[in-house]
């Protein structure tokens, strides 16, 4: 369940498009390998924080890969997930 969260009109700074796999979408792949569940949040492991985002995996290997948002971090880190039906 996401908390709801008054939407501002200033956005915060978007990363850029490209650096980010389109989440949203299922491919016909994905649907048939393995599913795993990430945790939606996830802190990182170098600064603590949880402003840091999803640039790939998940499709199958268990395993997803962030990247730390913070301008003084931008640290990666893997995520591993847990299998689900
Ligand atoms: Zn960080």
Not at 13 to 27: G, L, Q, S, V
Not at 70 to 77: G, H, I, N, P, S
Request: net charge positive; with cysteine; proline share 8%.
């Amino acid at each position: 369940m996401k908390a709801k969260t008054a939407k501002n009109s200033r956005k915060p700074r978007a990363p850029k498009a490209a650096d980010i796999t389109p989440d949203e979408a299922t491919p016909e792949e994905e649907r048939q390998a393995p599913r795993w569940a990430f945790p939606s949040v996830v802190r990182c492991p170098r600064c603590g924080t949880t402003d840091n985002v999803r640039y790939s995996g998940g499709k199958g290997e268990g395993v997803q890969y962030r990247r730390c948002l913070r301008a003084t971090c931008r640290y990666r880190f893997t995520v591993k997930g847990e299998k689900v039906d």
